[in-house]
C-alpha cells in the first residue's frame, strides 16, 4: 500500500521511497526478480509448458522435446528451480522435473 503523509507531513516522491512503503520486503521483490528473470526466456517457457502438459520429465527427454544441448537445457532447468518454478527428484542415475503448480497459479503465470 502506498505510504500516504500524514497531516503536516511532507509527501515524497515515487524515486524516495522504498520497498517497505510499497508492502513488499527485500527479499519478495528479489523473488518477483528472480521469477519475472525465469520466465524471460522462450526456452524456459517451452520447457514449463512441457513439463505441464507432462506432469514430470527426466532431462534426457526434456533435451529431446526443447532440441538444445543437455548443458544448456540444465542450465534453464537450474535457473526455474531457482526460481521455485519448478521440483527435482533423483531416481537412480535420472533426474525428473515437475512444475510447482501452485507458484504458477500464484502469480497467474499460464492460466
Given at each position: 500500500?502506498p505510504?500516504?503523509?500524514?497531516?503536516?507531513?511532507?509527501?515524497?516522491?515515487?524515486?524516495?521511497?522504498?520497498?517497505s512503503?510499497?508492502?513488499?520486503?527485500?527479499?519478495e521483490?528479489?523473488?518477483?526478480?528472480?521469477?519475472?528473470?525465469?520466465?524471460?526466456?522462450?526456452?524456459r517457457?517451452k520447457?514449463?509448458?512441457?513439463?505441464?502438459?507432462?506432469?514430470?520429465?527426466?532431462?534426457?527427454?526434456?533435451?529431446?522435446?526443447?532440441?538444445?544441448a543437455?548443458?544448456?537445457?540444465?542450465?534453464?532447468?537450474?535457473?526455474l528451480?531457482?526460481?521455485?518454478?519448478?521440483?527435482?527428484?533423483?531416481h537412480?542415475?535420472?533426474?525428473?522435473?515437475?512444475?510447482r503448480?501452485e507458484?504458477?497459479?500464484?502469480?497467474?503465470i499460464?492460466?
Open positions: 500500500m505510504h500516504r503523509p500524514e497531516e503536516g507531513e511532507a509527501a515524497r516522491r515515487p524515486e524516495e521511497q522504498s520497498f512503503d510499497s508492502g513488499l520486503s527485500s527479499a521483490v528479489e523473488r518477483q526478480a528472480k521469477i519475472f528473470t525465469a520466465l524471460g526466456n522462450e526456452t517457457l520447457i514449463l509448458r512441457l513439463l505441464l502438459d507432462c506432469d514430470e520429465m527426466c532431462v534426457s527427454d526434456i533435451v529431446k522435446s526443447v532440441g538444445e543437455a548443458s544448456t537445457v540444465a542450465h534453464h532447468l537450474h535457473t528451480e531457482d526460481a521455485e518454478l519448478i521440483l527435482s527428484r533423483r537412480g542415475r535420472s533426474t525428473y522435473y515437475t512444475v503448480k507458484e504458477l497459479a500464484k502469480y497467474r499460464f492460466e
